[in-house]
C-alpha cells in the first residue's frame, strides 16, 4: 500500500475536508489496482466510536465488499498478545480506594478541603493519576521538584501523592486503565521492533495529545506499511511560524501550547521531521482555500500578530472567504438557540447535513427543546446523562431520602415520578390517591410526614378499600428511608435499590416494574450492578457522602434517546468535529469560559509543578478545542454564534471569534465589507428567529376588572376578616365566594408569618386555659414552657424555632405585666369561640372567631385579639380593618351565646416589643358600626355594582391570590374598573 520511505510516514488532510470521508477515498486510491481482499489487510485504528461509526457507514453505502479492520485506539488492551498483563481495575473502584485515602487526608487535614469536595477531590486525584501514568510521569517526579518557594499547600499534596505510589507499581491489585493502556502500548512497541507487521495499519484522526496514543501513533509511523493520517492540518502557514512552535517545546511554560496546530508541530518533532515535510493525504481539496488562509493568519501565535499589519492588506479573496460565513451575536442564550433552531430547520428543507458543534451542553439543551417546534430530534453525540434520565432521577431521590428527612415535597416528587407504581396495571389509581393526599394531608400542613399521619389520611378513606394498603407501601418505601449516619457503602446501596425497586413496583407487586427498562434503566442497572460488585471498595461513608457519590456515578454514563433522531441534523461535541463532516457546520457558544473552557482549579498541582514534572498544562486542552474550532471554522458553510449576555452579565466573545473580527476590521477595505456582510446576514436571521413567538394580531390588555354577577349568586356570608377583603380588594370576595375558587396552599412550609402567628395564638390559648383561674407565681416560666411544648410540636425547623422561642422569651415579661392589668379588668370567658348572626341585611349571616372574650364584674364583655406584628392604626381600624367592632356588634345580637354589650375592644400587638391599643365601646359606636356594614352591604349585594379588583390594596406591592385571575399587571391600580356583567 505504502511505498518504503527512509523517514517516518505522517500525513494529513487539509483544514475543511470532511476527514472521514478523504480517509476512505486516500486508501482507495492507494489500493488502486490491487485486488479488493487487499482492504480486508488494512487495519485503521481511531480514537472515537463515532468515528468508527461512520468509516463503517461510508464503506456501507459503497455497497458489498471487504472492510477493512476498523477498531479503538482503545482496542489494543484487548489484542492476545497483551493477555500477559494483569487486568486493569474498574476506574469506579479506583474512585472507591482514592475516596477512602482523601477521606484519610482530609481527617488529618481539615483545612484542605471541606468534606463536601470529597469525591471531587477523588475524581481529580485519579484524573492527576490518570495523567502521569500516560506521561510516565511517577510520583517520585513530582516529589523531587523544589517547592520550598511555593505555599504549604502544594507542599502537602507533594507529600500526598507519595501514598498513591502502589498505583504506579503495575501489580494486578493497581493497575489503572490508563496505567494498563500505557503497557499496552510499552510492550507493542517492543514487538514490533523484533517482529515489524507487513500488512497496512493507519492511525487515523488523533492529534497524539495523550502519551501512550502518541507513542503508538509514533511506532505504527515508522512501521514498513504504518502510516498517521492527521486531521485538519494547516498547510497554509508559514515555514517560520512552524519553526516557532517547535522552538517552544523546549518550555511548555512559554505559552506555545494553546496554539491549534502545536500538537502537530509536536508529534512531527518526536519522529524526527519538520511539520513542513507531513504529506498530503488523498487528493480532497480544502472547502475555501481562500477561507484557510483567512483563518491561518487570524490564529497565529500571539508573539507574532504583528504580522497581520504586513500580511493581512495582502491577503486575497477575502470576501470569498467570508461569503459563507455568518456572524449571530444574539442579545441572550434564548435567542441564539431560536436562530440557530430556525437555521437547522431550513437545513432541511434544503436538503443539506447540519451539525451544531458546541461544548456549551446548556446551550444545546435549548437548540433542542427550540427544535421541537417542528418535532425535529437531532441526533445528539453526547446523549443524555444518565443522572437526568427517568432512572437516573429516580435513584437520586431516593438516595436524597437517605441522607435527609423526607419532606412533603420530596415524598410528591418519588410518588408522581413517572417510574414510581409502573409495576401494576392501576397506576392511574395510585395518582388519584397522590393528588388527594397532596391536597388533603399534605399541603400547608405537613412540612415532614410520618407513617403515623399517613395511616390517619387512610383511616378516614372509607369509600377507599385499598387505602391503607397503599399508604403503608408509600411509608415502607420512602417514609422509612432516613438514615444520616455513617454505614458500609454496600448497606446504603441495598437500602437504596430496595426502596428504589419497591417504589418502582408498587404495592405488593413483585420485581422492579420499569425502573430497569429501555436504554436508560438498561444502563442504570449495569451501573448499580457495577457499584454492588465495587461496594467493598468504599468503606463507610454517611448518607449524605453515598448520595454525593450515586450522583457522580450516575452522571458520568450517558444514555441515548431511543426516538429515533433525525439522520441529517447532528449536534456534536468538539472532539467529533474533527473528523466529521457536514454541508453546514455551526459554531455556538462562542464565549470565553463556554468555548475555550475555563481551566478547572487543580487542587493538587499548580501551573509550575505541572510544567516541571513533565505534565499538561491546561494551554494543551485550549489549543486543542482551538484546533477543533479551526477545523471547523473552514468548512462549506459556517455559522458564528454567540450571545452577548447571559442570565447574569455581558459576555466577552471567544478569543478566536475576537481575533477574526479585529483582523478583518483592520486588514483591508475588502475584508471590512466582507465582516459587514457577515454580520448584516446574522441580524437578518436574528430579526426573523425575534418573529417566531410572535402573535398574528396584537392583543389588547385586559381592563381592570369589576365583574357584577346575579343579585342570587353574589355571597350571603362573610367572615369578619373578609370584611377587610371586601372593602380593600371586592374582586377577592368575588372570586372566592362567586367562583368557589380556592388559593391552593404552598406544597413547600416554610417558617412564615402566617404560620407563626397560628403558633402564638396556639401559644396564649393554652397558657390562658392553663391559668383560667388565677396568674401563677411564676407566670414567665410557664409560659416559656408552654412555648417549647408547641413550638416542638408545631415548628420543624430548628433554627425558626430557636428565633421565634427568643422573641416569645423577649416578649414575654411585657406580655405577663399586661395580663395582669387585663385580669383587674375582668376574668376569662371563652377562647377561640366561634360565632354567627344576621347582620347588615336581612338573611345575612357574618360569622368571626374572638381570640379571646373576657367578661367584666358588671356582666359586660371584653374582647380581644392577639396581633402577632403591629396593631391595626386609628385611620385603618376606622377606614379598613372593623374585626373587633363587627364582633362587638355580633355578641349583640347573641352570637357568642346571650345577646351582650361589650365594654372594652383591644389589639394585644406582641411586634416591636408589645403593644395594647383599646378602645372603649359604647352601644351607639356598635349601631354606627352596623349601619355602615349594611351600606357595605347595601353596595354590593346590588347587582348593577361590580367587585373592582385591588380597590385599596394596604400596599400596592402586595399580591393578591387572585390577581392572575385578574390579569393584573395589564392594567394598574390608576385605571379605571369596568363593570362587566356575568354569570348570565
Not at 365566594?737 to 404560620?755: G, T, W
Request: glycine share 8%; with cysteine; net charge negative.
Amino acid at each position: 500500500m505504502f511505498d518504503r520511505t527512509p523517514t517516518p510516514r505522517v500525513f494529513a488532510t487539509p483544514l475543511g475536508v470532511d476527514f472521514t470521508a478523504a480517509l476512505v477515498k486516500g486508501v482507495a486510491e492507494r489500493l488502486k489496482g490491487q485486488p479488493p481482499h487487499a482492504l480486508a489487510r488494512v487495519e485503521i485504528y481511531v480514537n472515537t466510536a463515532r468515528t468508527q461509526r461512520r468509516l463503517r457507514a461510508i464503506y456501507a453505502e459503497k455497497g458489498a465488499g471487504f472492510l477493512p479492520q476498523i477498531k479503538l485506539v482503545t482496542d489494543l488492551a484487548r489484542r492476545p498478545d497483551m493477555s500477559g498483563l494483569p487486568p486493569a481495575i474498574s476506574p469506579l473502584r479506583l474512585r472507591l480506594q482514592l475516596s477512602q485515602t482523601v477521606s484519610a487526608l482530609l481527617d488529618r487535614e481539615p483545612d484542605l478541603a471541606p468534606r463536601s469536595s470529597l469525591y471531587g477531590l477523588s475524581d481529580s486525584l485519579a484524573d492527576l493519576m490518570g495523567e502521569m501514568q500516560e506521561e510516565m510521569v511517577t510520583p517520585d517526579t513530582v516529589a523531587g521538584l523544589d517547592v520550598g518557594n511555593h505555599s504549604a499547600h502544594w507542599q502537602r499534596s507533594q507529600k500526598f501523592l507519595g501514598i498513591v505510589a502502589p498505583y504506579f507499581a503495575g501489580s494486578e491489585d493497581h493497575m489503572s486503565v490508563e496505567a494498563r493502556q500505557a503497557a499496552v502500548v510499552a510492550r507493542l512497541v517492543s514487538l514490533w521492533s523484533v517482529a515489524p507487521p507487513d500488512h497496512p495499519i493507519i492511525v487515523a484522526g488523533s492529534t497524539g495529545s495523550r502519551g501512550p496514543t502518541a507513542r503508538f501513533m509514533e511506532a505504527v509511523a515508522r512501521l514498513p506499511q504504518g502510516a498517521v493520517v492527521l486531521p485538519g492540518f494547516d498547510f497554509d502557514q508559514p515555514r517560520a511560524v512552524w519553526d516557532r512552535l517547535t522552538d517552544q517545546m523546549g518550555d511548555s511554560l512559554s505559552g506555545g501550547e494553546d496554539h491549534p496546530q502545536f500538537r502537530f508541530a509536536s508529534f512531527a518533532a518526536r519522529v524526527g521531521m519538520h511539520p513542513c515535510d507531513v504529506q498530503l493525504w488523498g487528493s480532497d481539496a480544502p472547502a475555501n482555500p481562500a477561507r484557510n488562509r483567512l483563518i491561518s493568519l487570524a490564529l497565529r501565535p500571539a508573539p507574532v500578530t504583528d504580522q497581520w499589519l504586513e500580511e493581512g492588506p495582502k491577503l486575497t479573496d477575502v470576501a470569498e472567504a467570508a461569503q459563507s460565513l455568518t456572524l449571530i451575536e444574539a442579545a441572550s442564550p434564548q435567542l441564539e438557540a431560536a436562530v440557530i433552531a430556525l437555521r437547522l430547520r431550513r437545513a432541511i428543507d434544503e436538503g443539506k447535513r447540519a451539525a451544531l458543534i458546541s461544548p456549551d451542553r446548556a446551550l444545546t439543551r435549548q437548540v433542542t427543546a427550540a427544535l421541537d417546534r417542528w418535532r425535529i430530534e437531532p441526533d445528539d453525540s453526547a446523549g443524555e446523562p444518565l443522572s437526568q434520565t427517568a432512572p437516573g432521577r429516580l435513584l437520586l431521590h431516593v438516595a436524597g431520602g437517605l441522607a435527609a428527612r423526607m419532606t412533603a415535597e420530596d415524598l410528591l416528587v418519588l410518588l408522581k415520578h413517572p417510574l414510581t407504581h409502573s409495576g401494576r396495571d392501576d397506576r392511574g389509581e395510585h395518582l388519584r390517591r397522590t393528588r388527594d393526599l397532596e391536597l388533603q394531608k399534605l399541603r400547608g400542613k405537613l412540612p415532614f410526614p410520618t407513617r403515623a399521619d399517613l395511616v390517619d389520611w387512610a383511616a378516614k378513606r372509607e369509600t377507599d378499600p385499598g387505602a391503607m394498603a397503599w399508604a403503608t407501601w408509600v411509608a415502607d418505601a420512602a417514609l422509612s428511608l432516613h438514615a444520616p449516619g455513617p454505614q458500609p457503602l454496600a448497606d446504603h446501596l441495598a437500602r437504596h435499590l430496595a426502596a428504589a425497586q419497591l417504589l418502582a413496583a408498587g404495592p405488593g407487586a413483585e420485581g422492579a416494574g420499569a425502573l430497569w427498562q429501555k436504554d436508560e434503566g438498561e444502563k442504570a442497572l449495569a451501573q448499580m450492578q457495577a457499584l454492588e460488585r465495587e461496594a467493598d471498595a468504599g468503606g463507610t461513608m454517611t448518607a449524605a457522602e453515598y448520595r454525593d457519590f450515586v450522583g457522580a456515578v450516575l452522571r458520568e454514563e450517558e444514555a441515548r434517546d431511543p426516538l429515533a433522531p433525525h439522520p441529517d441534523i447532528m449536534i456534536w461535541g468538539t472532539l467529533e468535529a474533527r473528523v466529521m463532516g457536514a454541508d453546514l457546520v455551526i459554531l455556538a457558544g462562542l464565549n470565553e469560559g463556554s468555548w475555550p473552557s475555563a481551566p478547572g482549579a487543580d487542587p493538587w498541582l499548580n501551573r509550575w509543578m505541572r510544567a516541571k514534572a513533565g505534565l499538561r498544562l491546561p494551554d494543551r486542552v485550549i489549543g486543542l478545542s482551538a484546533h477543533d474550532f479551526q477545523q471547523s471554522v473552514t468548512g462549506a458553510e459556517v455559522w458564528l454564534c454567540r450571545a452577548k449576555r447571559d442570565a447574569e452579565t455581558e459576555t466577552v466573545p471567544s478569543r478566536w471569534l475576537n481575533r477574526i473580527v479585529n483582523l478583518m476590521k483592520g486588514a483591508s477595505a475588502e475584508s471590512l465589507a466582507a465582516l459587514e456582510d457577515m454580520q448584516a446576514r446574522g441580524r437578518d436571521w436574528l430579526a426573523l428567529a425575534d418573529r417566531l413567538d410572535d402573535h398574528a394580531a396584537r392583543i389588547a390588555p385586559a381592563k381592570r376588572p369589576a365583574p357584577a354577577p346575579p343579585a342570587e349568586q353574589r355571597p350571603n356570608s362573610l367572615s369578619v376578616t373578609q370584611v377587610e377583603k371586601l372593602i380593600r380588594d371586592p374582586y377577592w370576595v368575588y372570586a372566592r365566594k362567586v367562583l368557589d375558587l380556592k388559593p391552593l396552599d404552598p406544597l413547600r412550609q416554610s417558617p412564615d408569618a402566617p404560620l407563626r402567628g397560628t403558633i402564638l395564638h396556639d401559644v396564649l390559648r393554652r397558657f390562658i386555659k392553663a391559668t383560667w383561674d388565677s396568674l401563677p407565681d411564676q407566670p414567665e416560666a410557664l409560659l416559656l414552657q408552654i412555648a417549647d411544648e408547641v413550638l416542638e410540636d408545631t415548628a420543624p425547623w430548628p433554627a425558626a424555632r430557636r428565633l421565634w422561642r427568643a422573641r416569645i422569651e423577649k416578649i414575654a415579661p411585657w406580655f405577663i405585666a399586661t395580663e395582669r392589668e387585663r385580669r383587674a379588668l375582668g376574668t376569662p370567658w371563652k377562647l377561640e369561640e366561634e360565632g354567627q348572626a344576621e347582620l347588615g341585611a336581612p338573611g345575612f349571616t357574618l360569622t368571626g372567631t374572638a381570640d379571646r372574650i373576657d367578661k367584666a364584674p358588671d356582666g359586660r364583655i371584653l374582647i380581644y385579639d392577639y396581633k402577632t406584628g403591629s396593631a391595626p392604626s386609628k385611620d385603618q381600624e376606622k377606614a379598613f380593618n372593623k374585626q373587633l367592632w363587627l364582633e362587638a356588634a355580633m355578641a349583640a345580637k347573641g352570637a357568642f351565646g346571650e345577646p351582650m354589650e361589650t365594654a372594652l375592644i383591644a389589639y394585644v400587638a406582641l411586634g416591636s416589643g408589645g403593644d395594647v391599643r383599646d378602645h372603649p365601646v359604647t352601644p351607639g359606636e356598635v349601631a354606627e358600626i352596623t349601619e355602615g356594614f349594611g351600606k357595605l352591604l347595601d353596595h354590593y349585594l346590588n347587582e348593577s355594582n361590580g367587585f373592582t379588583s385591588r380597590r385599596a390594596m394596604e400596599k400596592v406591592l402586595f399580591e393578591g391570590d387572585y390577581d392572575h385571575l385578574a390579569r393584573f399587571g395589564e392594567w394598574d391600580e390608576t385605571m379605571a374598573a369596568e363593570t362587566v356583567k356575568v354569570g348570565r
